[in-house]
């Protein structure tokens, strides 16, 4: 019955996260999820998961490695989650859109509620990979640099 409930609640994350994935939002992280809770009972899912981990890993180790790769990340994250405020207040289409009025704002309310919650897991993940994924004497050696260098 466990692995019946996983394997639904992991094929419909992925679905899930197909849907989402063109709009703002967490499509992505929804289908790793769902591909996440798949490998637990399907080799083929760990097999596609366990690669996606490692470069995720050293990926976001990369984007919070030193203090202005650190800033620039949690500066863009929270700017992204505060856009979905946009898709919440749905102002009117601008007259200077040239696209066709069904691309003003795609997705509606869920679009900016999905946008917000992401920019808010987004850092937390930030604040977890600073203090997880960088070790201590690289951050001493950054304020180091930071110090010498007069800023």
Do not use: C, F, N
């Not at 466990?2 to 994935?21: I, K």
């Not at 987004?122 to 997880?132: D, E, K, M, P, S």
């Amino acid at each position: 019955m466990r692995r019946l409930l996983l394997s639904s609640t992991g094929w419909l994350l992925v679905l899930v996260g197909l849907v989402l994935y063109p709009l703002p939002g967490p499509g992505l992280v929804v289908m790793v999820l769902g591909l996440a809770l798949l490998s637990r009972h399907d080799p083929w899912a760990a097999a596609r998961l366990e690669p996606l981990q490692r470069r995720a890993l050293v990926e976001t180790r990369r984007t919070v490695a030193t203090w202005p790769r650190l800033l620039v990340t949690a500066s863009v994250t929270v700017a992204l989650g505060v856009s979905g405020l946009v898709w919440l207040a749905d102002p009117a289409q601008p007259a200077w859109w040239l696209l066709p009025a069904w691309t003003w704002l795609p997705g509606g309310t869920w679009a900016g509620v999905g946008q917000i919650v992401s920019g808010v897991a987004g850092l937390a993940i930030v604040v977890w990979a600073r203090l997880a994924l960088v070790p201590e004497e690289s951050t001493s050696r950054d304020m180091k640099t930071l110090r010498g260098s007069g800023r």
